[in-house]
């Protein structure tokens, strides 16, 4: 059945029409919601308002997540609740600084309504406190990968992965300086996961296509593994 007839001068749309039309206004009306999402989100992280960052975050869902670099996965609403608070919440030093931004977003709302898959590039610069001197200028560069869950009619972050790339003193630039992407001699969080994926810059490192760009889909299959798939060409 074709989705539109004329009869005389007038076009008769279908219902089949109809409901593509509207369907195509919900995934725009969702594309930008989750857009403001992130945005409000990595804005309170930028001010470090630690209970703001978390309202953006599906804590009903059982399984959800907060994975960035190398500190491991944290799962449920214990665990993301903690790790928000001891890094977002921690008391903020005199010229300390981390400024994120967000940039070249890729969002596929599934064709149910109910899920969507998002990655953001996202440049960004800070400055280190030091007791003794002037803070420490740094660049803090790195990729977003999340899945987003819709909740009585709003969009929270379900699963949220920040893949570290770049992280080092701004005079040396990331060639030089490779003290902070490399962990130190000392324990991850004990409410971690072992990470997933971390695989920073360095001049002796290949870069890999990961984060994945997310594709077209209609349901979620229920994990972020996605995000790991290297094959941007489809």
């Known amino acids: 059945m074709q ?22 206004i919900e995934k ?6 989750i857009q403001n999402e992130m945005g409000r989100t990595v804005a ?46 921690a008391p903020q030093k005199p010229g300390e600084m981390l400024d994120i931004q967000l940039t070249t977003p890729m969002i596929e709302v599934a064709g149910d309504l109910k899920t ?33 869950i819709c909740e009585d009619g709003e969009w929270k972050i379900w699963h949220f992965h920040y893949f570290r790339y770049i992280k080092c ?22 409410m971690a996961k072992p ?6 810059y360095s001049p002796l490192s290949v870069r890999e296509a990961i984060p994945a760009c997310p594709r077209p889909y209609e349901v979620h299959e229920g994990n972020s593994s996605w995000m790991l798939e290297k094959d941007k060409t489809k």
């Open 3 to 24: 989705d539109s007839e004329t009869k005389g001068e007038i076009t008769v749309v279908t219902e089949n029409r109809k409901r593509d039309l509207i369907k195509n």
């Open 28 to 33: 725009l009306e969702a594309y930008q919601e």
């Open 44 to 89: 309170a992280f930028n001010f470090r308002q630690a209970d703001r960052v978390l309202s953006h975050f599906a804590l009903n869902q059982a399984d959800v997540s907060l994975e960035y670099a190398d500190e491991g996965v944290f799962e449920g609403k214990e665990a993301v609740e903690t790790i928000v608070n001891e890094v977002v919440g």
């Open 116 to 148: 969507a898959k998002a990655v953001w590039w996202c440049p960004g610069g800070g400055a280190i406190a030091n007791e003794d001197s002037d803070p420490d200028a740094i660049w803090a560069w790195g990729m977003i990968g999340a899945d987003f």
């Open 169 to 190: 003193l701004y005079e040396k630039g990331w060639v030089e300086d490779t003290s902070m992407i490399h962990r130190l001699n000392t324990p991850v969080h004990p």
């Open 195 to 200: 990470t997933t994926y971390h695989n920073p």
